[in-house]
């Protein structure tokens, strides 16, 4: 979270459904594990098939997720969330690939 100040996560995570119910300490050990990251257009954030080791959370931008399983487009923006379904699951697999349209998460 370098670069954003602390009141600001926090501002920011409690408008994002996963994480409003939880309390106020749960908030900030989540939020000293946070880092900032930034995609151009275009590029791969994660790639289907491959270990899923994070959970993102999209401050601003666009993100398309094609979903091998299917073969449709799915896309997350702001206050949205991916990555999730990949920790969940059994094989800790990735169900699509990501790509961004200048994403922040």
Request: negative net charge.
């Amino acid at each position: 979270t370098a670069g954003v100040c602390f009141a600001q996560v926090m501002d920011y995570l409690q408008h994002v459904s996963v994480f409003q119910k939880f309390s106020d300490a749960r908030m900030e050990q989540l939020i000293a594990k946070m880092t900032e990251r930034r995609y151009e257009n275009g590029a791969t954030i994660m790639t289907a098939g491959t270990e899923a080791k994070t959970f993102f959370m999209i401050r601003s931008g666009e993100v398309k997720m094609h979903m091998v399983d299917t073969d449709r487009i799915l896309t997350r923006v702001e206050g949205e969330y991916f990555g999730e379904i990949g920790l969940l699951a059994e094989d800790h697999k990735c169900a699509f690939t990501a790509t961004a349209e200048t994403v922040r998460t």
